[in-house]
């Protein structure tokens, strides 16, 4: 793992920005997460250190993306391309924020962190440079969707950084796509802010091709009377994990989470949740399915906060997960922690295969097992994807993912 | 709002099995070495085998670390400072309860374990376990008749060594885990049952154990064999007396049911739990497990944990047999600085097999209530089930519920089901209850008794009476 060498010798490099510094320095001591901890233990150790074979080429090569048609109402962008956007209209604003605006926030972010709750945002953080980090401050209503690529090329390492502030009142459409190419690991940190009374429909579809490699970690700020709406898929990845962490800093603040990964061959695909409740009245949905065929793994854990001060908490989280093959594996685990008394939190988890009735019950109406197959995954797939922003249409999902082999 | 004071003035009852009975005790020097196994088997006259498996046992736990995983907080046990051996002195041998030292007699009266003659009419028959050793058992000619074995662990050894050389430790491995190494290594006594096939135990059996002095541990070791078709039903209750120290209880428990049998395990357990400083109480740190390696056998656990300043338990279930079944209800309760890391594992091996877990935790005070359970189905698990229910009740802001499943299933052909909810009391049903003129204590304990009444309905008559009780006497002062 030569980045591993290359984080415990190299600190004193000049081009490096501070942020790399602090965070080389926080890894140094021990540059891999502890395998035995509640996070990494189910983690694939080969399938990590082959995350990490690959070298960090900081420069993009040219790399066609799959987009599809670019409507002319959207705002597209890509980490890592020079793009200087400043788009100041009469109902928003869409601006990049300075370096030192980036440096700051994500500092502060930085005091937060623990090794190997972490060890993602430390990893990005300390190999992003300059260019693969990319800041942006939207304030304002009616603003139209904004679509943000992130992609690792072929043989590479790559790792980006996205921070995103948005302003009170401020009401926005999100589409966050990450992309690997074959043999490729990109490692995408995002950071998001929402400050009073904002709102956001954010949406994460995480795809590779044959044996790529993603750590996508999320960390979101809620302040008062923000609303987080989140819809995540993830599939098609060699190795991944999808870690978020959600802040309602103030209380009375609305999350509402749907998230999916579809694990297929030798995969394996985990998602980490962590919601904490620091204020009062806040509010939490959160679904999680998991569909785990062929000899893949897919793994699950959310752990929902309460302390005290966050009483009048109405949370919620359900894990289904579907196990189409003997040599799947799901390992769910979802967490309640709780100690404001008037508070109704609830959890529940489920792990099965296809509903046989309803199999049946298609086939008596004269439709075939892998037709009536496809409906009943259509269906499950159906919900999340219907809950993520933009793609629905035009990103065929749903197609994409009942015809993918 | 509900009114402060009037809680606090109800009175506190105090723990009532906290007193010490004063009686010439056998205790060995403090600390833990090869010699001191040597010695208590040598006490015990064990053969050769046991001894060996004492030794085998010390050997690891000496190479093995305390677990640190569960979310509990206590202050790090000296082992070097308890006592492994303590007997209350008596005549060798006794031919009837008459020879038992009265003292001790009087001690198990005051607790209300009917051990005289005149008391045996209940129709329970009770091993009675003080300290270390097994003091009495009643109604043993009654159930020789039948052929059940009930006797103390340290006779089974003696009198049925092939039958412990068979099962001791097929359960619970002695390197399982760093308490079962420990008790493994250092048992004292504990019970023994054997219900021969086809056998249907004429009446409930019980174990009582008393730890009676403030330096020594207890570590009592259960056994269980169930043979083909048989059933047993085994109720075990526990007290201490109080303390400013902490005790360490590391005990064991195996089960083993065999094809068509099954086995109920029903604990009450109110170990002294510190006073509302936290100051004393026992660390109750138990391994109980059972095996359904038969066809269709079927392992039932219930609890009702109130006492103990920590618990760290998770009774489990091995579920090889096919068709074979695993039950898990509790209930937990935790007040002022108790802390309970509890739950429990179903592992489903065997095809068809069936679990059903549902656990019950109140928190008060300032204490913390966790629930840790894994359920896990194994490949060969097809049209296996589990559904499990962990709901949390919090009283007052100041104590915490937590709930940690661990689920993972490898076999696509059997259904998980896994729900979990927290709740409160509710001013408004307190409201309620009290405008139909319910008092406040006696509505608290009613909707504490309901919250838990799908365990209480697991329970045995003569439990579930006295762990409503007990839930209601441990709760009193503490909603406010």
């Known amino acids: ?405 | 709002m509900v009114n402060e004071n009037l809680v606090k003035d109800v009175v506190k009852e105090p723990y009532k099995y906290g007193f010490v009975t004063d009686i010439d005790t056998d205790k060995i020097e403090k600390g833990l070495n090869e010699d001191v196994i040597k010695l208590i088997s040598q006490k015990k006259e064990e053969p050769k085998f046991l001894l060996d498996f004492r030794l085998k046992a010390f050997k690891k736990w000496q190479k093995m670390k305390e677990p640190d995983w569960a979310a509990l907080g206590y202050k790090k046990i000296d082992y070097q400072d308890i006592i492994y051996y303590s007997a209350p002195k008596q005549k060798e041998k006794i031919s009837s309860l008459d020879e038992v030292d009265p003292k001790l007699l009087e001690t198990f009266d005051k607790l209300g374990i009917p051990l005289t003659e005149q008391k045996k009419l209940t129709n329970v028959a009770v091993d009675a376990v003080f300290d270390s050793v097994s003091i009495a058992t009643t109604f043993r000619e009654e159930l020789s008749k039948h052929g059940v074995i009930f006797c103390s662990i340290s006779e089974a050894v003696k009198n049925h060594a092939d039958l412990i050389e068979k099962y001791l430790g097929t359960v619970v491995p002695d390197s399982d885990n760093y308490f079962a190494a420990l008790n493994s290594a250092v048992f004292s006594d504990g019970s023994f049952v054997y219900i021969p096939k086809g056998v249907t135990c004429p009446m409930d059996l019980s174990s009582y154990f008393r730890i009676n002095s403030g330096d020594s541990g207890q570590f009592e070791r259960t056994l269980i064999i169930a043979e083909e078709s048989s059933s047993v039903s085994y109720l075990e209750g526990c007290t201490a007396p109080m303390f400013d120290t902490n005790t360490l209880h590391a005990a064991v428990v195996e089960l083993i049911a065999l094809d068509d049998a099954s086995i109920k395990y029903s604990t009450v357990q109110n170990w002294y739990a510190g006073d509302e400083e936290g100051i004393g109480g026992i660390f109750n740190f138990v391994t109980k497990r059972g095996k359904c390696l038969g066809k269709r056998s079927k392992i039932s656990w219930s609890q009702v944990e109130t006492g103990s300043a920590i618990t760290w338990k998770y009774p489990s279930c091995l579920l090889l047999g096919e068709e074979s079944v695993g039950e898990f209800y509790s209930v937990a309760l935790t007040n002022n600085l108790q802390q309970a890391d509890t739950g429990t594992k179903m592992i489903h091996i065997g095809p068809k097999t069936k679990s059903t877990i549902v656990s019950k935790g109140i928190s008060a005070g300032k204490s913390k209530n966790s629930y840790r359970g894994l359920v896990k189905m194994g490949t060969k698990a097809t049209g296996s089930r589990n559904y499990s229910q962990c709901d949390s009740m919090l009283i007052g802001d100041q104590a915490s519920a937590n709930t940690f499943p661990y689920i993972k299933s490898q076999q696509p052909n059997s259904e998980i089901e896994h729900e979990a909810s927290t709740c409160r009391i509710s001013e408004d049903q307190l409201f309620y209850l009290q405008s139909r003129g319910i008092e406040f204590e006696e509505a608290v304990s009613m909707m504490v008794s309901g919250f838990c009444r799908d365990v209480f309905n697991q329970l045995p008559m003569e439990f579930a009476a006295e762990a409503d009780k007990l839930l209601a006497l441990k709760l009193e002062g503490s909603v406010g």
Request: charged share 25%; glycine share 4%; net charge positive.
């Open chain 1, 1 to 405: 793992m030569e980045i591993i060498e290359k984080i415990k010798t190299n600190t004193s490099d000049d081009n490096l920005t501070e942020i790399q510094k602090i965070c080389l320095n926080k890894l140094q001591s021990s540059p891999l997460p502890n395998p035995k901890s509640e996070l990494w233990r189910l983690s694939n150790k080969s399938k990590l250190s082959n995350f990490l074979d690959y070298t960090v080429n900081e420069k993009d090569s040219k790399f066609d993306i799959p987009y599809p048609k670019n409507s002319q109402s959207t705002i597209r962008l890509i980490i890592g391309e020079n793009c200087q956007i400043k788009l100041i209209k009469k109902n928003y604003s869409i601006q990049q924020l300075s370096q030192d605006e980036i440096q700051k926030y994500i500092k502060e972010q930085i005091s937060f962190f623990k090794q190997n709750e972490n060890w993602s945002d430390l990893l990005n953080l300390s190999l992003s440079c300059k260019n693969n980090i990319l800041g942006l401050k939207i304030n304002g209503s009616k603003i139209p969707p904004i679509e943000i690529f992130s992609h690792a090329s072929s043989n590479s390492l790559k790792a980006k950084t996205l921070v995103i502030f948005l302003e009170k009142n401020c009401d926005v459409e999100l589409l966050q796509v990450n992309l690997g190419k074959e043999n490729s690991s990109l490692s995408q940190s995002t950071f998001f802010c929402l400050k009073e009374n904002s709102s956001v429909n954010h949406g994460v579809v995480s795809y590779g091709e044959k044996r790529s490699n993603l750590l996508n970690s999320l960390n979101v700020i809620q302040q008062k009377n923000s609303s987080y709406n989140l819809g995540s898929l993830h599939f098609r990845f060699n190795y991944a994990r999808f870690e978020i962490s959600i802040k309602q800093t103030a209380g009375n603040a609305k999350t509402n989470i749907k998230g999916m990964q579809i694990t297929k061959k030798d995969e394996q695909i985990s998602t980490y949740t962590k919601i904490e409740f620091n204020g009062p009245n806040g509010f939490l949905d959160q679904i999680n399915k998991s569909l785990a065929d062929d000899k893949s793994h897919a793994v699950f854990e959310g752990s929902i906060i309460v302390p005290k001060i966050a009483q009048k908490t109405d949370a919620s989280q359900l894990s289904r997960n579907l196990l189409l093959s003997n040599f799947a594996q799901i390992d769910t685990k979802p967490q309640l922690e709780i100690i404001a008394d008037d508070v109704k939190c609830k959890h529940g988890a489920t792990i099965s295969q296809l509903n046989e009735e309803e199999l049946f019950y298609m086939r008596t109406r004269g439709i075939t097992l892998t037709e009536a197959s496809k409906l009943q995954l259509s269906s499950y797939f159906q919900e999340i994807i219907s809950f993520i922003p933009i793609s629905k249409d035009k990103w065929d999902l749903l197609d994409k993912l009942l015809h993918d082999d």
